[in-house]
């Protein structure tokens, strides 16, 4: 599967004019923003049952089933920054 989780672009603009010695950057931030995966549940990385500590050997008979998972939430952030 294929993922992109976190991204983050920003620009600072510098000198602008009526604002000396001020800094203002403006910036965009996004999480669990695709997924590309041939797997029918929610998310490949995710097992909502854990393997009991005495029996490792059936460490994968749960393995790939979302039993009450929940999917990833895709977010959004947006601001901007004024420093003097």
């Given at each position: ?45 995710h097992t909502s049952r854990t393997p009991s500590p005495n029996d490792p050997n ?27």
């Open positions: 599967f294929i993922r992109l989780s976190n991204l983050s672009l920003g620009y600072t603009f510098n000198n602008i004019p009526g604002m000396e010695n001020a800094d203002v950057r403006i910036y965009v931030s996004g999480q669990n923003l695709f997924l590309i995966t041939d797997y029918s549940g929610y998310d490949p990385e059936n460490a994968d008979v749960s393995s790939g089933i979302n039993t009450g998972a929940y999917p990833n939430p895709r977010t959004w952030t947006m601001g901007i920054k004024v420093g003097l």
